[in-house]
C-alpha cells in the first residue's frame, strides 16, 4: 500500500483558516480587555445621569433649606420683639406693685393712682397652644421737677418688657418754676398660658 499523500489545502482555505483564526482572537480580545470597559462606560453614563437628577434635588432642599432657615430667624426676631414687649403674668404683677416704689426712686411724688386692673383678655392662635394676651392699665398723676419727670419717662421707656405709654399730658407750674404734674395712661400687655374658665 502506498503512503498516503498528505492533502494540501489550496490557498483560499489557508487564509480563510487564518482569517478565522485572527477573528477568534480578536473576539477573544474584545471579550477579555474591551467589553468589560464598554460595560463601565455604559453605567458610568447611567451613573452620571442619576448624580446630576442626585446634584438638582440637593440644589431644591438646599434653597428650600434656606428659605425655612431664614424663616425660623425671622420668627426668632419675631419671639424677642415679642418677649420684649409682654410681661409674663407674675412680672405684671410685680412691676404693678412696684411701680409707686419706682416713681417715689426717681423723686417724683405720686399725687394719684388708679390701677384700673385687667382690660379685655384676647386670645392669639398658635398652632401648639392658644396664648392669651391680657392689657391692664395704669393711670397715674406726678408731679415733680422737669429732670426728675424726664427721669421716670425715660425709665418707663426704657422698662422691659415694654410699658405702653398711651398718652402723657403735663401742666407746668405758673412763674417760671421747674415743677410740673403729669397725667400718664400706662398699659402693660402679660401673656397668659391659657384662658381662664368663666366665673374663675
Known amino acids: 500500500m502506498t503512503p498516503r499523500r498528505m492533502h494540501v489545502p489550496p490557498k483560499a482555505t489557508r487564509h480563510a ?11 477573544a480580545l474584545y471579550n477579555q ?3 468589560p470597559h464598554l460595560g463601565y462606560l455604559h453605567a458610568m453614563q447611567r451613573f452620571g445621569a442619576v448624580v446630576d437628577r442626585v446634584a438638582e434635588e440637593r440644589d431644591r432642599i438646599s434653597s428650600t433649606l434656606d428659605a425655612k432657615v431664614s424663616q425660623w430667624h425671622a420668627l426668632q426676631h419675631e419671639l424677642t420683639g415679642l418677649d420684649e ?8 404683677k410685680a412691676f404693678v406693685r412696684g411701680l409707686l416704689p ?13 390701677f384700673a386692673g385687667p382690660g379685655k383678655a ?3 392662635e ?16 406726678v408731679r415733680g421737677q422737669v429732670d426728675t419727670l424726664s427721669l421716670l419717662l425715660q425709665r418707663l421707656g426704657d422698662h422691659r418688657p415694654k410699658i405702653w405709654i398711651d398718652s402723657c399730658q403735663c401742666d407746668f407750674a405758673e412763674g417760671g418754676a421747674r415743677q410740673a404734674e403729669c397725667s400718664l395712661a400706662l398699659t402693660l400687655y402679660a401673656a ?3 384662658l381662664e374658665p368663666a366665673g374663675k
Do not use: K, M, W, Y
Not at 419706682?102 to 388708679?114: H, N, Q, R
Open 122 to 124: 384676647d386670645r392669639v
Open 192 to 194: 397668659q398660658d391659657r
Open 85 to 92: 414687649g409682654v410681661f409674663t403674668a407674675d412680672d405684671a
Open 17 to 27: 483558516f487564518s482569517a478565522a483564526l485572527v477573528l477568534i482572537g480578536v473576539l
Open 33 to 35: 480587555v474591551l467589553a
Open 126 to 141: 398658635e398652632p401648639n397652644q392658644p396664648v392669651v394676651i391680657e392689657a391692664s392699665h395704669v393711670n397715674l398723676v
Open 102 to 114: 419706682l416713681v417715689e426712686e426717681t423723686g417724683c411724688v405720686v399725687v394719684l393712682a388708679d
